[in-house]
């Protein structure tokens, strides 16, 4: 069957088959029937099944037929998706598929500046790839409206609920016309999806390709066991410098980082993906793994979901994720559109007790093997080793040059030469020794005035023009640094607030 035969048109067909794409999967061949006759769907189906485009067809086929007019502000479709990463996939399958109909497209997530997506909304969009947080924060602020979506989509509503947004989710589909077709994707219908699902979907049609949780056929699974903490290094070493695309998943952002700067160290050029980078960072990183500019991605598990790469031949478990469904998502990076992958877990002594709780939950049965550096179970994993890497030298920091009077001074006197620093009036009077405090004392005849230097013999030099040695005595006998002092203290709160208005 072909996607003219159900029911795609023929310049959407054609501009498919420019990409390589001349079959449906198996989740668009069971879908496309219903949600391009404006049905209500929920599909379940896990990452890497071909979801996006059994959505993205119908979203811009639809669009298209009705004929509605862009308005300001006013999406006519929606797309929410958990993460900023998968936001911007969705709309790379998107974006042709729209400009091929005479549609208009675009994305809105946080982490970048939100300029350009308001004004591309204020411009009039058709379809709209958005994240929930984002566009809530739009809609607050007046410059986007849902009153005008045709239609909604849902896409890894489990990941949302994951994440706590099912909330935020609740309150965008809320503004949405209780009238337009909505379709939801999900692998499983736990944690409030079925709730969504109950609300929100008007007698919903549903396809499952698959059982919810269960693993990738074409996914070999390993686990290898490992004796210490530096075995671990070395092996992870190992399975990261084969020829092929591979994701390694480390629990928290810190491993992530660290790890990808350690094997490219090593001559592995690796990039991270992890929540502390900037949107700009995380694109660029993205990129470069899937241009093939380097072949390992280091990433989290919040990243997981938004990593849509085909080709990736291998899946290390850096450390075991914390329940099955983690591991099922991080799997699910290799094995993608029906080609094979090789997963494989690293385990420590401590952990053999969770990984086979891990396993079994997921439904896999594995056998953990014993496995050190060089050893013949992890090089046939490896294949071909890649070329070492020399990585790039780090730029030499660069020395900045104070030209402060203080900093010219003490560059002069580490020189042993250079201008010599002006003494103040009490060096040049015999008075060297450096005096703390205001000087109260009747022997103390450099005692500055209110605001100047306090420490009236020190040898830096700092004593201000308006500080002179000595204060004659006033009207009355009265010294005159009592009287500054005085008016110091009175002039105090003023000069304060010069200082907070500056």
Known sequence: ??????????????????????????????????????????????????????????????????????????????????????????????????????????????????????????????????????????????????????????????????????????????RTPAKGQRMLFSATLDNGVDTLVKRYLHQPVTHSVDPAVAPVSTMTHHVFALADADAKKQVLRELASGTGRRVLFTRTKHQAKKLAKQLTADGIPAVDLQGNLGQGARERNLAAFTSGEVRVLVATDIAARGIHVDDVELVVHVDPPAEHKAYLHRSGRTARAGSGGVVVTLQLPEQAGDVRDLTRKAKITVTPQQVGPGSAAVAALVGEVAPRVQPAPAAAPVQGTSTGRN????????????????????????????????????????????????????????????????????????????????????????????????
Not at 31 to 53: F, H, I, M, Q
Not at 479 to 499: C, H, K
Request: aromatic letters at 2%; a positive charge; charged letters at 20%.
């Open 407 to 502: 900093a010219t001074a003490k560059r002069a006197r580490r020189s042993g030469g250079g201008a010599a620093v002006p003494a103040t009036a009490e060096q040049s009077s015999g008075g060297g020794r450096r005096r703390r405090g205001r000087g109260r004392g009747a022997g103390n005849p450099a005692a500055p005035a209110a605001g100047g230097n306090r420490a009236g013999g020190s040898t830096s030099g700092r004593q201000g023009a308006g500080s002179p040695a000595a204060q004659p005595a006033g009207a009355g006998g009265q010294p005159r640094r009592n009287r500054n002092r005085r008016a110091g203290r009175a002039q105090g709160p003023a000069q304060t607030g010069a200082r907070a208005a500056g």
């Open 1 to 174: 069957m072909t996607f003219i035969d159900l029911g795609v048109p023929a310049v959407l067909a054609r501009s498919l088959a420019d990409r390589g794409i001349d079959a449906p999967f198996p989740i668009q061949s069971a879908t496309l029937p219903d949600t391009l006759a404006g049905t209500d769907v929920l599909g379940r189906g896990r990452t890497g099944s071909g979801k996006t485009l059994a959505f993205s067809l119908p979203v811009v086929t639809r669009l298209a037929a009705s004929g509605k007019p862009r308005t300001s502000g006013r999406p006519r479709s929606l797309i929410l998706a958990p993460t900023r990463e998968l936001a911007s996939q969705i709309h790379a399958t998107v974006a042709p598929l729209a400009d091929a109909l005479g549609l208009t497209s675009t994305t809105v997530f946080g982490g970048v500046g939100q300029g350009p997506q308001v004004a591309a909304l204020k411009k009039g969009i058709d379809v709209l790839v958005a994240c929930p947080g984002r566009l809530e924060d739009l809609i607050k602020q007046g410059l986007c409206s849902l009153d005008a979506i045709e239609i909604t989509v849902l896409d890894e509503a489990d990941h949302m609920a994951d994440l706590g947004f099912l909330p935020v989710v609740r309150r965008l589909l809320d």
